[in-house]
């Protein structure tokens, strides 16, 4: 019987003698740029992007195989959780927002040049036909089936997944008892724990100053961020310049237009991304203060939100 026992005792040891460190992995999902920083005893890249890929296959509207692609194109296609938890938070926020968020606005965003196909001609009897097939009210879920009141509605959720994708990398690691981590993908934001230094991670809002290249960095503010999501949305890094006016790729569902305003960024402080990402948006298009009149009424919502003023300044409003 003893002789079983020394194999025993060394893996006992052996796992117990793992040295945890930080670990760096990152990649690419949704075209934009993803990184995760952790603390573990080995290297878990392949776990996440495994994961990513399912992922990637669910609600990556460019991608033919994914769901999303399959039901915007009237395949038959049963939907998987992932897909259903992004809908209904997406119908929640639209409903809350008063249609602010809108992941019907598939057509509009193509037609500005800013999603996964790109029309030739805009103008006010485009923006009007394509307006008669956008609005959250006009698809549902039946089960796993997704069902169009129009068969020419499509669905863009890239406003809301990519904070999700950050949520199910989180769970991820949470799942393999981890602790202290940041997650961010294009970025949206999520951290538990501390950081290398054994302090709160420090994440940097940017300031909005128009830049297509993504180069410019400089830093608006550098908050202390724990146990919690932050999602920024902006239209100062995805726009274009066409016969000297800008058009940025945030689009109002109510007017078919890119959303104008004095807001230049909206940056929220969520529990989970999915919802901080879906708000960020909405506040967006809906301008200050209706957005600090919304926010306000969300329990557990932190905002910080940069606008220009008549000079031409940056200002700021922010919850207490």
């Known amino acids: 019987m003893k002789k079983f026992l020394l194999p025993i005792v060394c893996l006992i040891l052996f796992s117990c003698g793992q040295q945890e460190k930080y670990y760096l992995t990152q990649g690419e999902i949704f075209k934009t740029s993803a990184q995760f920083k952790y603390k573990y005893h080995r290297d878990l890249k392949e776990e996440i992007f495994a994961r990513l890929d399912s992922f990637d296959l669910s609600l990556n509207p460019f991608n033919p195989q994914s769901i999303i692609y399959k039901v915007n194109h009237n395949e038959a296609v049963e939907v998987d959780d992932w897909f259903i938890t992004v809908f209904n938070k997406a119908q929640e926020v639209s409903r809350i927002s008063e249609g602010c968020f809108d992941i019907t606005c598939a057509p509009l965003i193509n037609l500005w040049g800013f999603g996964y196909e790109k029309m030739d001609k805009i103008d006010r009897e485009t923006i ?51 602790v202290n981590y940041m997650v961010e993908i294009g970025g949206e934001i999520r951290t538990q724990g501390k950081n290398p230094a054994g302090r709160a991670w420090n994440v940097a809002i940017l300031k909005p100053v128009d830049d297509i290249t993504g180069r410019i960095r400089q830093q608006q503010e550098v908050i202390p961020l724990s146990d ?21 790729h945030t689009i109002n569902p109510a007017t078919g237009y890119p959303a104008e305003g004095t807001m230049l960024s909206a940056s929220v402080l969520y529990p989970d991304c999915m919802t901080a990402d879906a708000f960020a948006t909405a506040f967006m298009v809906m301008g200050v203060e209706k957005a600090v009149a919304l926010a306000q009424t969300i329990p557990a919502m932190d905002y910080l939100f940069i606008y220009s003023d008549k000079q031409g300044n940056l200002v700021e409003k922010r919850s207490k």
Do not use: H
Not at 149 to 167: E, T
Not at 228 to 237: E, I, K, M, V, W
């Open 128 to 178: 009007d036909s394509l307006m008669q097939f956008v609005g959250y009210q006009k698809v549902w879920l039946e089960g796993r089936q997704v069902v169009k009141a129009d068969p020419r509605v499509q669905l863009n959720a890239s406003a809301i997944a990519k904070g999700y994708a950050v949520d199910v990398v989180a769970e991820l690691l949470q799942s393999y008892g981890i």
């Open 228 to 248: 919690c999501a932050l999602a920024t949305s902006g239209n100062y890094r995805n726009y274009y310049i066409k016969d000297g006016k800008k058009y940025a």
